[in-house]
């Protein structure tokens, strides 16, 4: 009995890594980096600023926090408009909107009106960032997802280094570094044009449309690009792809809260909103309590620059252990190690108790979010999935709200002591909340 035609994804998932994949990560994580730049580029201006406008830390506290409002409106409406008219259409509009506000802040003369901006800027990046992983995941083959999100995930490090070296080398310089440094946000704008035309539409949102020919087109130039003999199946490889991501309740009656998604939500959620609490309040504000621990603006850079350098080999490590012990295993590790690492932070005082911990927090922390934006996208069908990703993105941004609000509490209250050992505690809860996620690897993302 001859066995029924490959669908679209199971030709997809069993390519080997190509060319078309290495073009799709590279657009994609081009982008996600800069969307890094612009993030990390903040808490540089805010510890400029908090000297050259004499800001208070109240005052400093709501513009870290105002873009974040920005970024959760922006990942609940991205992931929407994701599954509605497209991941590709959605990642190109939202570089040019945080790609214009960003290099208008350049020109501001007020706080209000850096606020203002700030908040648009955030509407792009929130809107982004989940509908990137989504695009990339729903194009990698099965046996190596997890590894290439974590790859995708990996260009924030490398955007958060660019904001260090431009906080480091530009703003220090002038009187109007900062302004410069902000400027440099033109160039998404500038990428959002390559974005359009270059990346591929995701297969499975045009199958759900009944777009059938553009989502043939688009497999083909991905089998195009593979070599003969690596072309088929992962089943014809020896390396049998589990079952998918099963479709849990008939078509157009899927929801995030649904009887058998809703455990796994719940638990994505929470992950999100403890991993967003301490990240960000943590990363945010180490140039500025750098500062007021009595280090200059050029060495409290220069500092938050080695840490940022630990990234990279935090998220190689998670890269392939996510393939090795899995996507739960591995982002509960690294949730740990960063627990542990904020708690040494909190009680670091000499420079290289500072360095030492801060470069452990940095590649700790890193490392979990290319896990758990690994995890995100396999946990839904085709239907929710932009939905689902774009949903708990939103729920986290809460949480990077309310941080860099909370920072200047707590550390009126019991000093960085008190600041990090709340951060270690979020840590340890989203490692827990993590055994609430269901394992993927090497499972097929499947299709409605």
Not at 224 to 250: I, M, N
Not at 293 to 299: A, L, R, Y
């Amino acid at each position: 009995m001859s066995q029924p035609p490959l669908t679209r994804s199971q030709r997809l998932e069993g390519l080997s890594f190509n060319a078309a994949h290495r073009r799709l990560l590279v657009g994609s994580g081009v982008g996600w980096a800069l969307d890094a730049m612009d993030v990390g580029l903040i808490s540089f201006v805010m510890a400029a600023l908090t000297v050259q406008w004499k800001l208070s830390l109240h005052q400093t506290s709501w513009l870290g926090s105002i873009g974040f409002v920005g970024m959760a409106l922006g990942a609940s409406l991205g992931g929407l408009l994701a599954d509605r008219i497209g991941r590709r259409q959605v990642f190109a509009a939202t570089l040019l909107v945080y790609g214009l506000a960003t290099a208008a802040s350049a020109l501001v003369t007020s706080l209000a009106a850096l606020m203002v901006l700030r908040f648009i800027v955030g509407l792009g990046l929130g809107a982004e960032l989940p509908v990137a992983s989504t695009l990339v995941s729903e194009f990698a083959p099965a046996k190596i997802r997890g590894r290439m999100v974590v790859a995708l995930e990996a260009f924030w490090a490398v955007g958060w280094m660019m904001a260090a070296l431009l906080g480091y080398l530009v703003i220090p310089q002038s009187h109007d570094g900062w302004r410069w440094a902000l400027a440099v946000g033109i160039v998404p704008t500038l990428y959002a044009a390559v974005i359009r035309a270059r990346l591929p539409e995701s297969v499975r949102f045009l199958e759900s449309k009944g777009r059938e020919e553009e989502a043939e087109a688009a497999v083909h130039s991905f089998e195009a690009e593979a070599p003969r003999q690596a072309r088929g199946t992962a089943q014809a490889a020896g390396e049998p792809v589990e079952a998918p991501v099963e479709d849990l309740e008939p078509s157009g009656h899927q929801h995030i809260w649904s009887a058998r998604l809703r455990v796994r939500t719940a638990a994505l959620w929470a992950v999100w909103f403890c991993i967003n609490l301490s990240y960000y309040g943590a990363f945010i504000w180490i140039p500025s309590l750098l500062v007021k621990q009595g280090f200059s603006i050029v060495k409290s850079f220069e500092f938050t620059l080695i840490m940022t350098l630990a990234q990279l080999p935090g998220y190689a490590l998670a890269g392939w252990l996510i393939e090795v012990w899995g996507r739960r295993a591995t982002l509960a590790s690294f949730l740990a190690g960063s627990a542990l690492a904020a708690l040494a932070y909190g009680h670091a005082s000499s420079t290289s108790e500072i360095l030492t911990a801060g470069c452990a927090l940095s590649f700790a922390n890193l490392g979990a979010w290319g896990a758990l934006y690994a995890i995100g996208p396999e946990i839904y069908p085709t239907s929710i999935r932009g939905r689902g990703t774009g949903a708990a993105a939103a729920f986290g941004r809460i949480a990077s709200i309310v941080a860099p609000l909370l920072v200047p509490v707590l550390i009126a209250r019991g000093g960085n002591g008190l600041a990090f050992t709340v951060f270690s505690i979020a840590f340890a809860l989203a490692a827990v909340a993590c055994f609430g996620l269901p394992e993927a690897r090497n499972r097929s993302l499947g299709r409605v």
